[in-house]
């Protein structure tokens, strides 16, 4: 079984946390697993484990984590990190559903979780729990930053978290976008270079969500339009990694993509696209001028 399974949930801050509630409950069918401390844990509903953590206060991303397959694998993590001169901070229990885990910062100043939970179970699509829609996401797909070092995170995930990078895009010493994956879909943390002029440490560019398929994307935004949200890009297809996508900002302050047929890779080579564009167009609008915009790292 590998060590690193898939991403396991994203934490952000958002403006005004009851408007951002309201969309993510009754726009978008997901379900409030606990809120401890003034922090609120929603899930998709198909298991017992938040997917996204939401505090007011500003926005942007607070850390994000992935899940690991069991305790043994989360202490040699902490030990192979401290070895590397990495500074790890134990996290078990922190978080409703999570029983072990460390956190570490990515050279950007990302948090990064390693986490295991108690619920292991997978999805049974026609057992969602009470109050999840039917036009809900299936999963947490991925997060993507903004980063001031691209080369230094993509070495860092590589080589010191040991995840796969599955595809590269724009000239290799000048890199515009990388993909990294724990397992074999396509990505679970993806980077995008930082705009020139913007902040030294990491910012969201968007957590993504994960759908069944076209028609269960044309559903969410069927029954989301006009509650809050601004349609940002798409609906297309991403060359890398093969994905549909279709964006939104929501009422919190953030971008949120739509994600389905993601690709399964299982080659330890990176795909290189000549340039962010044909990486991430293979049908569909380019990107507009916002997805130069992020929402930020929430610093203590």
């Not at 069927?222 to 809050?228: F, M, N």
Request: with cysteine; proline share 5%.
């Amino acid at each position: 079984m590998p060590d690193l399974q898939r991403i396991e949930h994203a934490s952000v801050h958002v403006e005004d946390v009851d408007e951002a509630l309201a969309f993510y409950t009754d726009a978008m069918g997901l379900v409030e697993i606990a809120r401890e401390d003034g922090t609120s844990y929603l899930g998709t509903g198909l298991t017992e484990n938040f997917d996204l953590a939401v505090t007011e206060g500003g926005t942007g991303i607070e850390h994000t984590a992935v899940r690991a397959s069991d305790a043994d694998v989360v202490d040699a993590y902490e030990d192979e990190l401290a070895d590397a001169g990495v500074a790890v901070e134990r996290v078990d229990g922190a978080e409703p559903g999570q029983e072990t885990g460390i956190r570490f910062e990515m050279p950007s100043g990302m948090p990064l979780e390693i986490v295991t939970v108690a619920d292991e179970a997978y999805v049974h699509a026609d057992a969602g729990a009470a109050g999840r829609a039917g036009h809900a996401p299936s999963s947490l797909d991925h997060v993507q930053l903004f980063t001031p070092d691209i080369d230094a995170d993509i070495e860092f995930l590589r080589d010191t978290v040991g995840m796969h990078i599955s595809d590269i895009a724009g000239p290799m010493d000048d890199i515009e976008v990388s993909f990294a994956r724990c397992n074999t879909i396509h990505h679970d943390v993806a980077l995008k270079k930082m705009p020139e002029g913007g902040p030294d440490h990491a910012s969201l560019h968007h957590v993504a969500w994960g759908f069944d398929d076209i028609g269960h994307i044309k559903l969410f935004l069927d029954t989301v339009a006009g509650r809050g949200m601004e349609f940002e890009r798409g609906i297309g297809r991403h060359f890398a990694g093969n994905n549909l996508y279709a964006y939104i900002w929501e009422p919190g302050g953030n971008r949120f993509e739509l994600c389905s047929e993601a690709a399964v890779v299982k080659t330890d080579e990176p795909g290189h696209a000549p340039d962010y564009e044909t990486a991430t167009t293979a049908w569909g609008p380019e990107a507009p001028e916002s997805f130069s915009e992020g929402s930020g790292l929430v610093r203590d």
